[in-house]
């Protein structure tokens, strides 16, 4: 298990770095300076263009991880019927 958990994280910090390089060149292809540089709103822009162009690439390149995904459980608190409510249904 722990084997597994590591190979997880390896890739994990390898998608990672990727996705920092494409951000450090697109910086200099868009704006023609360095990514440390730019504005709040110029990299909260480009990090958006970035990774829509690399998860568009993703998703052409998969279709089929992606063609029979739903959308999971609702996330958070449900509220419970109280035990009268629970008789009263049936």
Request: with cysteine; glycine share 10%; aromatic share 12%.
């Amino acid at each position: 298990m722990a084997d597994k958990d590591f190979e997880t994280n390896l890739l994990r910090l390898v998608a990672a770095e990727a996705f920092f390089l494409c951000s450090l060149n697109a910086a200099r292809e868009m704006y023609g300076k360095s990514y440390f540089s730019l504005g709040v709103a110029e990299k909260q822009s480009l990090d958006q263009q970035v990774l829509s162009q690399i998860g568009g690439n993703f998703q052409s390149l998969t279709p089929e991880w992606f063609g029979g995904q739903t959308g999971g459980p609702t996330v958070g608190f449900h509220d419970q019927p109280k035990p009268e409510e629970k008789k009263a249904e049936s």
